[in-house]
């Protein structure tokens, strides 16, 4: 596609509940990173791929958060019993390589209950 | 790590004026500087960037100026227009030190509201 691509685009959970949040980073982007954007803050950096490999995960914040890229295009964060201060706007973008701009998503809103 | 802090908050001028937002960051190592627009249920846009071997650059009518000794890089919008309406970020990186481009530390943001 033209542009990052995030989806759902909205998800409401249970607390307790697993959730999976998908990226399409732009065709041919080897870097893909993830960001938590809480309400009134700067996006946090989480976990940063180069290609299939998790270069960089010192923004994971604990064991709950965990995300793959199985074959170096798309990208799953998943979180593991959720919590309600997990709530927040998780941003997905990518880059033609590590020393280039990147790109965001338009997001995904994650509402834990 | 790296801080970066952004003010003001919240920035409100008429159609026309010029609007100025302030970011400092903390690592002298850090040497890329990029702006993100953020329209209300949208990802942060890339509006313009800077490196730490130049001291402005601009876009028309926006321009980022940097002062390394300093620590300080600032954004500037001219001939503001209501569209412009939206909140503006700035961040610091530093892709020479094992780490890339894409790994971005932000400041908080500022809410930018252009009145006609």
């Known amino acids: 596609g033209a542009g990052v691509s995030q989806t759902p685009s909205n998800k409401v959970t249970e607390k307790g509940k697993y959730v999976e949040l998908r990226c399409d980073p732009i065709?041919?982007?080897?870097?893909l990173y993830w960001y938590r954007q809480s309400l009134g803050q700067g996006p946090e950096f989480l976990i940063y791929?180069?290609?299939?490999?998790?270069?960089?995960d010192s923004g994971l914040p604990n064991d709950r958060f965990f995300a793959v890229r199985p074959e170096g295009s798309v990208s799953t964060l998943k979180i593991q019993r959720t919590e309600r201060g997990d709530s927040a706007v998780y941003l997905c973008?990518?880059?033609?390589?590590?020393?280039?701009?990147?790109?965001f998503g338009q997001g995904t809103r994650l509402t834990v209950v | 790590g790296e801080n970066v802090e952004q003010h003001p908050s919240t920035l409100s001028v008429q159609e026309g004026d010029s609007a100025v937002i302030k970011c400092t960051y903390s690592?002298?190592?850090?040497?890329?500087f990029p702006w993100y627009k953020q329209e209300l249920g949208k990802g942060p846009q890339l509006i313009i960037d800077?490196?730490?071997?130049?001291g402005e650059k601009k876009d028309q009518r926006i321009a980022v100026t940097l002062n390394k000794t300093a620590k300080h890089f600032s954004l500037h919008i001219t001939e503001t227009q209501p569209e412009d309406s939206a909140v503006y970020f700035c961040?610091?990186?530093?892709?020479?030190?094992?780490?890339?481009?894409?790994?971005?530390?932000f400041g908080r943001g500022t809410q930018l509201t252009v009145w006609p």
């Open positions: 973008a990518s880059s033609s390589g590590g020393n280039t701009e990147a790109f």
């Open positions: 065709s041919g982007h080897t870097a």
């Open positions: 791929f180069q290609g299939t490999g998790a270069a960089d």
């Open positions: 690592d002298s190592a850090s040497n890329y």
């Open positions: 800077i490196r730490s071997n130049v």
């Open positions: 961040a610091a990186s530093n892709p020479g030190r094992g780490s890339t481009l894409g790994r971005l530390y």
